[in-house]
Every structure is written in structure tokens, then in C-alpha cells.
């Protein structure tokens, strides 16, 4: 009966077997699904991503509605910034849903150009969080709202995009807003740098004097005598209410936040080295950045200390300096002075096939205006690359301050001497800043028309200084070397003052004085300067750029030999945008890291990942050999934990933006092994790991049980279906395989080796 009864059972299961679907059959014993993935078209790939792309623009303008301005979209002209911090906290939410959005796209199915957006995205999406979870200069810097607040309205009244009737409905929605704004900056507010504090009262006495002068004159150029008496009143008070808060906010700094405004501006290293890979997409260690610019400060001043030799002998470089910085313009002449510049410098460029000169041109040679002069020497204010109305751009100076003394005045001027103002006016308007940012009006990307890595926007225009003076503008006149020379030498300073002065400790005094004795300030300017790099922590991007840049002109120019042309080297740079230039490098060599286009290494061609430690230990209870374990989501992070988390808690890991990489060292007879992650780097959808090892030595005391050493890391999310590896090890078959926990009791027994 019961061998009739098991048979009855048995032929009951093949039915019902017969009769399940078996994707049933799998969840009902837990398997997951076998067969091909579903077949995913490029073009729905692609179009994913534009969805994407779209959504991420459309939430940093509306963050950012000043900037949108400026970029030249105007339907955002009636809004003024929140900073809130509910307002940051929605920001935040959205980057993070972004950058999870993204890393879930299979970038290889992405076209050659949209690869580009792609990474530039990633890389703002992680600077933008950066900034605002852990940075948080909107919490520590009062003049991002004085900032944000002038210039709103100096955006729209600058430049004749629209009627001003229509331009002053903007100017009146935005002006609305700046009380509220500047309470905000009231609530956030929480212990910022005392330098941070004081720059900021002299900036909105600037935005004050700015609105009660400078708005009123700008209206009226732009037609507000056509206004009628009832308009103008409108204004006029809308105007009146901005100063008094201006007002009340400068007296709030001055009384309230100052006395307890303590806080440290530097960010600290860990923050620096983040800040340069998302902003700039540059991996190198700081101490070898340093280094770095510390020798090529130190090459600078030898070659000024030979000009010096040449232009007044035995008499050094500061002297040198002094007799240039003696022929200077006028206060009333400088901005004539420097339209006269411009002419020769543009004819240069032209005649000299430096680049293809853009279409058009539209430059205002004018003074900074009030508000932006504290931290302005000399800048280019271009027309939005989105812009086709307005197509004006400025090229601003800054004259001396009204109430400095004879002294002073003198040590700015000096700054426009007949040598140097053709060197600014390089840099910044041909062919630096303003033929860029013209070229920009060609790119087709809306991904970076609106974002541009700094290390490329000044790195090309500090590159322009020296290539021009090579190229023999200035006919090899020691005097002009000598002042390109001192420009990269202040640029040299801000580099290496900015790393130590949020690395390292150094203070306020200390870059002043630096600034004096390495880069041949005068005081005034060398106050300017570090009061700067205390705000702006990665100024080094000027020559860090610029060294870049000559570093793919030299691998482009051993890859096209006898066929390189310079001009078509800067037209060809220029066209991809002002994304980081580990980016430019790729599309241009098909290679991300600077060095010899040639190399087989494809670790050293990868981006270098950002990554953060979560566990390390001895004891996992991991049995088999050296392996790596890339983890994608909870429930894998979980079964993991078992085995590496000895009991306790396991981190938390937020996997719609993060990874989790696992090196094994494998199981070891004896403590005194141990494992640490040194790098991990992508390419593609490929993760390859460095680690450092350690074993005990031969007469090491070690503890006489069996250790399985590993590390588990945390790493910006890849692309599903992702691979990692160890550099050392191309086909390691126990990688990227279930891992099964050992259950093998420890016995310490500890005896010396050998």
C-alpha cells in the first residue's frame, strides 16, 4: 500500500511540474530567473538617456534660475535663487535621483558624443552633492547670497535680450525676492570664517552702492526715459526696498555674525581631493600636485631672475617688475589703453593662423562694475552660450578703489603696465575667454554648453598667454616674457597656496606673506589674493589646466607628426566644449590619462573611482582562495555581511548610487595577513582593483589559526553587468562567483614563524 502510495505522489509532481509555468516553479524555490536577458535596443539606450538629460537640466536651471540668465535662457528670469534648507534638501534628493538614474545606463550603447554628456553629467552631479552635503558653503559663506542677489539683476539689465518693459518685469519679480533670500541667509548661516564674514560687508556695500547707483543709470541707458512717471515710481521703490535690505543685512553681518563667525575655512584634504576628481576629473595625489607646482614655481623664478639679469642687470626681479609696472595707463585711460591692445592682439591672431576666428564678434571694453570689484582684477563677462538675442560681451577692468591712497592706487595701476595689459587681455578676451566661450556657441551639447570644467576654462586662457608669446606676439621683447612670466608665477602662487591653505594648515598671513616673497606681490594685491584662496579652494586650476593642455599638445603632436597644425590643434580642442580635459584626451587619443598614447596599460587609461572604506578585518569566514566580489544591491550586500561581518551591524550603503567592492586575500594558515584597497579603477563596464598586501615575516610573532584577511569598500555605482578584477591578475576564474561561508572554529595559538 505504501509503495502504491509514493507512486501515486510521485506521478502527482510530474503533472503538476507539467502544469506550472516555470517561472512559477523558480519563485517558488527562491531561483532566480535563467535564460537570455531581455535584448535591450541602442536606440531606447540613447533615448533614455536624452529623458534623463532633460529632467537633470531642467532641475539645475530651476536651482540656479540667475545662472540660467546668464546662460541665455530666459524663461527663467522672473526667479530668484532659493536656498532654503528645504530647498537644498530637494536639490539633493534630485542629484541623488539623477546620479542613480545614470549609473544604470549602459554608457557603452551610448553614441560617441553622448558619452561625453554622460560623464560630464556624473562628474556634476557628484560635485554639485559634494558642495552641497559636505562642503556646504552656503552655510558658511554669506556673499553667496549678496552674490546671488546683485547678480540676478545685473543679468538682466546688462545686456538688451528683450524689451525693457519686459527686462523690468524680471528685474521687479527678482528684486521681490532678495529679502527673502537674505533672510535664508540669516537662517543658514551657522559659524563661518571670520575672513569669510568681512569680505562680505565690503561686498554688499558694493551690491548697495550698485543698486542705489548703478541699477538707476543702467535703466536709463536702456530706455527708461520712454518709461512712464507711474513705471518709474514702481521701480524706484522696488529699488529703495533692496537697499534697506542690503542694508539691514550688512548691519546683521556686522553686528551679529561677525563676532561669532569662527569657523575654518579650509575644507581639509579628504574634501580637496574629492573636490578635484568630481569638479576637474583629476586623480592625482596631492602631495604630488604640490610637489609638482612647487617645482615649477621654482623654475618660473629662475627664468624671470635671467630676465631680470637682461632687462636691469644685477638689480633682480623686483626691480625688473618695478620698471615695467612704471609705464602704466592713467586711471581715465586704461580702458581706451586696452581697446588700443585688443586691435594688434586680434590681428595677431588672425594673421598667425593661431585659430579659426568665430563668425562675429560684439566686445564692450567697460570698468567692473561696483559691485564685483573687491575680488576682480581684470574679467571677461560673455553672452550666454544659449543666447541669440543679446550678443554683447564685456571685458571688464577694475580701476582703482576711490578711497585708497596715492600709494595704492599706484601698486594697482601698475598692474596695467604696457607689458601686462596685453597679457590680460589675452587671456581673457583673444584668443582666450571670449573666443572660447564664442566657439561654445557652436557646440551643439546642451550638457556642456552649460557645464565647463574651470581647469579647462582658465587653463586654455592661461595656456593663450604662453603659446602667444611663443608663437611671437611681442616681437621676443624680454619685457613682455618677463610679464607673461609674472602672470604665471601669481598663478603659480594661488596653486600652491590653495592646496596649502586647505591641506595643510597655512593661514591667511602666512599666504599673504607667501604671495609677497614667492610671487612678488605687493601687498595690496597679495591680500586680494589670499582672501581668494581662502574662499576659493581650488584656484590652482589655472596652471593645472594649462599643464594639461600642454601635455596634449605634445601627445597630438607626436601622433600626427609632420602633419600638426597648431591652428587646427585649437580648433579641434575647442570643439568638445570646456569639459574636463581627462575627457578632451579620451575623444582626442581614445586614452583618459595624460602620457603616451601607446600604452597597453588599460588600468592606467581608466578613470580612477572614488572610493571610502567599510570594513577590514582578519576573520572573514571566507575559505577559498584570493578573490574579488563586486556587490550590486541589499540583498547581496547582505548574504556578504554574513561572511565578513563577524556579527555586528552592517553598514549602511545606499545602492541606487553606490557599490560595494570585497577583496579577499584568502584563507591563511596564520594571523599577521592582512589586505587594503590602493585603487580601483573603470573602464566601460570593467572595475580593476590594486590592493596592498601584507604577510608576515620570518621571524614574525603570529597567532597559529586559520585568517581570511579581506576589505570591503564602497565605490560610486558602474553599470549593471559589471566586472572586477585584480590588476595582477587578468583571468582569475574564482572571481565574480557565490561565495560560500566556512564554518571552521578558531584556535589562537600564538608561536613565531621559521
Known sequence: MKRKLRGLLLMLACVVCVLLPAEALAQRRGARRVGPRPRVSLESVNARFNQITDAYLSGYYAFNPSEATALGLHEYDAQLESRSREAVEREVRRLRAALSALLRIWDGALSADARLDYQVLISHAQAQLLELETVRMWQRDPNIYNRLAAAGIDNILKRNYAPIEQRLDAVLAREREITRLLNEARANLDNPPRIYTEMAIAQVRGSRDYFSRVVPQMIERAGGGRLSAARRAEIETSNESVIASLSSFADWLERDLLPRSAGNFSIGAENYRRKLLYEEMVDTPLAQLLASGERELRRTQEQMRSLAEEIAPGRGITYALRQLSSEHPQASGLVGDARADLLRIRAFVRTQNILTPPPSENLIVAETPAYARSLSFASMDTPGPFER??????????????????????????????????????????????????????????????????????????????????????????????????????????????????????????????????????????????????????????????????????????????????????????SYGMPPIRIIRQAMLGSASSGSSNSTDKVDNASALDFSVLATGAFSSYTGTRSVQLVMNQNEWSNMWRIIGGGRPAPEVSFDTRAVVVAFQGQKPTGGYSISMAEIRRDGRNLTLRASEIAPGRNDITSQVLTSPFVAVSIPRPPEASFVKFADNVDNPRQNLPLEPGNKRRRRIYRRRG
Open 389 to 574: 538675442v543679446a550678443t554683447e560681451a564685456y571685458y571688464y577692468l577694475t580701476p582703482p578703489d576711490e578711497t585708497w591712497n596715492a600709494r595704492q592706487r599706484e601698486d594697482h595701476l601698475g598692474h596695467y603696465n604696457r607689458y601686462s595689459l596685453p597679457v590680460t587681455s589675452i587671456h581673457e578676451v583673444y584668443p582666450g575667454h571670449y573666443y572660447q566661450l564664442l566657439k561654445l556657441q557652436q557646440q551643439p551639447s546642451r550638457v556642456r554648453k552649460t557645464f565647463g570644467a574651470a581647469s579647462f576654462v582658465e587653463g586654455w586662457a592661461h595656456y593663450c598667454e604662453q603659446m602667444m608669446l611663443d608663437e611671437g606676439f611681442g616681437g621676443n621683447n624680454p619685457r613682455f616674457r618677463l610679464a607673461q612670466l609674472n602672470a604665471a608665477l601669481l598663478r603659480l602662487c594661488r596653486y600652491v597656496a590653495g592646496l596649502r591653505l586647505h591641506t595643510q594648515g597655512m593661514t591667511y598671513e602666512e599666504a599673504v606673506d607667501f604671495f609677497m616673497r614667492e610671487g612678488y606681490q605687493e601687498r595690496v594685491n597679495a591680500e586680494r589674493e589670499a582672501r581668494r584662496g581662502t574662499a576659493d579652494p581650488t584656484y590652482l586650476v589655472y596652471t593645472l589646466g594649462k599643464m594639461e593642455i600642454l601635455r596634449l599638445r605634445e601627445e597630438w603632436k607626436s601622433r600626427m607628426g609632420q602633419a600638426f597644425n597648431l591652428g587646427e590643434f585649437h580648433d579641434r580642442l575647442l
